[in-house]
Each structure stands twice: as structure tokens, then as C-alpha cells.
């Protein structure tokens, strides 16, 4: 079966902080994908990363950061020198061969100013 | 290139009624897919729909169904409304087809009060 973790239900960090937001995921397939959503206040989830499991490159968007690691099933998302804007909950999710996504739990993050 | 539309955005409805619920994916997108958001439970996956099938199924009750229709639009019914379906319900279409998975578009939702 396939499961997403989040282990950090809530955050609160001052703004220009750096903060990681931590996902562990459970698949016993080979081909997968892993992503990151964020979800304003507004409720629509915005998707912010696509990584399948044979791409374990790091990568960096502005001040985002991602860093999977297939031999610890984790896939964790930094936030540098974050801003209000952040404040937001940000759920990771796991699909294979485009079936239905399995999200994690989510982590709500507040950044205050 | 517009998002998906869900409609409405808020209802209340008491129990014992039925509610439906409609998305409209993004042009060119064939898969549907709804979830039920709830502070307890978080995101559930309740089906899926590509090409008018439903393709994958959640583990609700039958009083939660669906379908889609030839243009790829979407509606979800929920029957005999119980206290514990208030939830915000989220649609997400996806260019899905092949073994490559594309990423989920979201509906902004439909924030569903049962009294």
C-alpha cells in the first residue's frame, strides 16, 4: 500500500527563517512521483513540484529548495528566508502510472512577522 | 488557459437531503478527480474519472457517486446528506492518459455545511 507521512502537523517560524518541511512516503513500486501542494487560505491547492523516482537530482526554485532521497523514501521541502506569504498548509503526495495520488496529512506552516 | 471551475463555492444543506456538485477541468484535461477535505480526516481521494469511466474508486459509501460527461465536466452527488459530509470537496484535473503522471490542477472547492 502506499502512504505518505508528514510528521510535522504545525510550524510556526519568524519571517526570514529558513524552515524544512519534512515528508516520508511508502510505495513498493519503482515507478512513482512525488509532489508538493500549497494551500493558501483560499483552499486551492497549488502545485509546486513534480519529481519521479529515477530523478533524485535536488532542486531549487527561487527560495524553495527540494531534496529527495530514495534510500531513506524521503522527500523534503525547504523554505528559505520565508515570508508571510508562506503561511500556508503544504501537503506532499505520492502517485504511480497516473492512478490516484495518495496526499500526506499536511503541515500547516505559519510564518509571523 | 482558464483553471477548474467548481460550482458552487458554498452550500448548506440539512441531513436526509442530496446535494450535486459540478467541476470543469481544464480544457484539453480528460481525468477527473474529487477529493473531500476535512480537518479530521484530510485528503481523501473519492474517485476518479477519465474519458466518462470511472477508473479508480475511494473507500466512501455508495451514497457518494459520480460521473463525467463527454466534454470531460464533472458532477459528484452526495445522497441522504449526513452531518459528517461537511467538507470542502475538491476537484482536480490532470492531462493524464499514458504511464507518465502529470501534476493535479485544483478547483478552488465547494464548501459543502450540512446542518
Known amino acids: 500500500a502506499q502512504k505518505v507521512t508528514q510528521a510535522q502537523t504545525e510550524i510556526s517560524v519568524v519571517e526570514k527563517e529558513d524552515v524544512t518541511l519534512d515528508c516520508v512516503y511508502e510505495t513498493r513500486d519503482t515507478t512513482y512521483y512525488l509532489f508538493w501542494y500549497k494551500q493558501p487560505p483560499s483552499g486551492e491547492l497549488v502545485f509546486l513540484i513534480r519529481?519521479?523516482?529515477?530523478?533524485?537530482q535536488n532542486e531549487i526554485s527561487g527560495r524553495y529548495s527540494w531534496n529527495f532521497q530514495k534510500s531513506t523514501s524521503s522527500f523534503n521541502f525547504t523554505i528559505t528566508a520565508s515570508q508571510v506569504v508562506d503561511s500556508a498548509v503544504y501537503f506532499c503526495?505520492?502517485?504511480?502510472?497516473?492512478?490516484?495520488?495518495?496526499f500526506g496529512p499536511g503541515t500547516r506552516l505559519s510564518v509571523l512577522p | 488557459k482558464a483553471g477548474v471551475t467548481q460550482t458552487p463555492r458554498y452550500l448548506i444543506k440539512t441531513r436526509g437531503q442530496q446535494v450535486t456538485l459540478s467541476c470543469s477541468p481544464i480544457s484539453g484535461h480528460r481525468s477527473v478527480s474529487w477529493y473531500q477535505q476535512t480537518p479530521g480526516q484530510g485528503l481523501q481521494f473519492l474517485f476518479e474519472?477519465?474519458?466518462?469511466?470511472?477508473?479508480n474508486k475511494g473507500n466512501f459509501p455508495g451514497r457518494f457517486s459520480g460521473r463525467q460527461f463527454s466534454n470531460s465536466r464533472s458532477e459528484m452527488n452526495v445522497s441522504t446528506l449526513e452531518l459528517g459530509d461537511s467538507a470542502l470537496y475538491l476537484c482536480?484535473?490532470?492531462?493524464?492518459?499514458?504511464?507518465?503522471?502529470?501534476?493535479?490542477?485544483f478547483g478552488e472547492g465547494s464548501r459543502l455545511t450540512v446542518l
Open positions: 519529481r519521479n523516482s529515477f530523478d533524485e
Open positions: 503526495a505520492l502517485s504511480y502510472y497516473g492512478q490516484n495520488f495518495v
Open positions: 474519472y477519465f474519458s466518462e469511466t470511472q477508473r
Open positions: 482536480a484535473s490532470n492531462r493524464a492518459g499514458g504511464r507518465d503522471t502529470g501534476e493535479l490542477f
